[in-house]
């Protein structure tokens, strides 16, 4: 039996993080955890280009861009969607959730979900460093395991 499995050996890794400013007091908190997972990695701080967009909606397309540039291994996607009162927050959702797994597959890159989905501001703020962890250390972290899955299999 053969088994393929990525390691998180991640030195000289490039990595592009997108990051929406709408919500930003709790997006600085998920890129804070997702930095702080790739220095302990050993990706290095010049490695990594930090890339702002107005909000989630906007990540796909500078995925893309991020992506087609070949200038990274990974694109790691960071930003909080807080249900509100009207139905918005099912289409930018839906369609932020689409675009990412759109733009991996178009690319055949790692392009990792690191999108906080929440109820509540107070959910939103577990999920970033309080008591559910930092989502976006995790995010970071199956980025590693994923640019080193897809060299082990080719
Ligand atoms: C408009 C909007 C709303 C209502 N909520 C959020 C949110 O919770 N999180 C987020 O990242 N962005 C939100 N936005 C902004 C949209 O993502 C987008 O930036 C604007 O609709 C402009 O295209």
């Keep these: 039996m053969k088994t393929i499995e990525g390691n998180l050996i991640s030195k000289g890794f490039r990595i592009a993080l997108i990051v929406s400013r709408f919500n ?7 890129l804070d955890g997702a930095m702080d997972c790739l220095l302990r990695h050993e990706v290095k701080d010049d490695d990594i280009t930090v890339i702002w967009v107005p909000g989630a909606f ?3 397309l ?12 990974a694109v790691i996607c960071l930003g909080v969607l807080i249900r509100g009162a009207t139905p918005h927050f099912e ?8 675009g990412i797994a759109l733009v991996g597959l178009e690319l055949n890159l790692p392009v990792i979900y690191g999108i906080l989905t929440t109820d509540s501001i107070e959910q939103a703020i577990e999920r970033a460093g309080a008591k559910a962890g930092n989502k976006g250390w995790n995010a970071a972290l199956a980025t590693l395991e994923m640019v080193n899955l897809l060299k082990e299999i080719n």
């Design 24 to 30: 930003e007091l709790i997006g600085k908190k998920l």
């Design 58 to 60: 906007e990540i796909p």
């Design 91 to 98: 289409y930018i959702s839906g369609e932020v959730t689409k």
């Design 62 to 73: 500078i995925a893309k861009k991020a992506g087609l540039s070949g200038k990274y291994d």
